[in-house]
T-cell receptor, first 114, second 109 residues
Framework: DTGVSQDPRHKITKRGQNVTFRCDPI?????LYWYRQTLGQGPEFLTY????????KSRLLSDRFSAERPKGSFSTLEIQRTEQGDSAMYLC????????????FGAGTRLSVL | GQNIDQPTEMTATEGAIVQINCTYQ??????LFWYQQHAGEAPTFLSY??LDGLEEKGRFSSFLSRSKGYSYLLLKELQMKDSASYLC??????????WGAGTKLIIKP
């Protein structure tokens, strides 16, 4: 068990460019979550998957954000036409989806939009 | 609306005890979590409470009172490595985690 891994760890991009992040969850976990976190704040929920199905998406998430989990294993989060306000840490977490549902986090991808 | 309140920052001395409080108002309650987050790193799970009372795990303990919408995290025998942010999160009626902004704990020698 190598834990949740995210790639890349850091991404610097220019405003208007598209970026894609990858998350590999813990292998037997069927739930996968994406969060955004800015300095001094707690994680902000973006979306989550149960296996390959995207079950919920935050109303705060604009149409520029899309996430996939095509085979129920790894997931990608794409941001189109990035804006400076998208600069944040993007965290991925996974869980077994059982009663206690402890979420285990990856180290995150830090996005800087110039 | 849903709200989780915790102090922004606390300072404590190495070897001492510190209590970090969390109050919550959420649509439903299915458990409360505490996570530790070192700067630039991922949150790591510390504790989970769903019933009233105290859960002890080594130097860390977590308490819950559902009727008061209140929890605290107690850290004993503080070590310098305990300097981190401590995040309180509540699982609401939709089984969605609602997060507080975190308490930055500074440990001084």
């Amino acid at each position: 068990d190598t834990g949740v891994s995210q790639d890349p760890r850091h991404k610097i991009t220019k405003r208007g460019q598209n970026v894609t992040f990858r998350c590999d969850p813990i292998s037997e976990h069927n739930r996968l979550y994406w969060y955004r976190q800015t300095l001094g704040q707690g994680p902000e929920f973006l979306t989550y998957f149960q296996n390959e199905a995207q079950l919920e998406k935050s109303r705060l998430l604009s149409d520029r954000f899309s996430a996939e989990r095509p085979k129920g294993s790894f997931s990608t989060l794409e941001i189109q036409r990035t804006e400076q306000g998208d600069s944040a840490m993007y965290l991925c977490a996974s869980s077994l989806g059982q009663d206690v549902n402890i979420q285990y986090f990856g180290a995150g991808t830090r996005l800087s939009v110039l | 609306g849903q709200n989780i309140d915790q102090p922004t920052e606390m300072t404590a001395t190495e070897g001492a005890i510190v209590q970090i409080n969390c109050t919550y108002q959420t649509s439903g309650f299915n458990g409360l979590f505490w996570y530790q987050q070192h700067a630039g790193e991922a949150p790591t799970f510390l504790s989970y409470n769903v019933l009233d009372g105290l859960e002890e795990k080594g130097r860390f303990s977590s308490f819950l009172s559902r009727s008061k919408g209140y929890s605290y995290l107690l850290l004993k025998e503080l070590q310098m490595k305990d300097s981190a942010s401590y995040l309180c999160a509540v699982l609401d009626s939709n089984y969605q985690l609602i997060w507080g902004a975190g308490t930055k704990l500074i440990i001084k020698p």
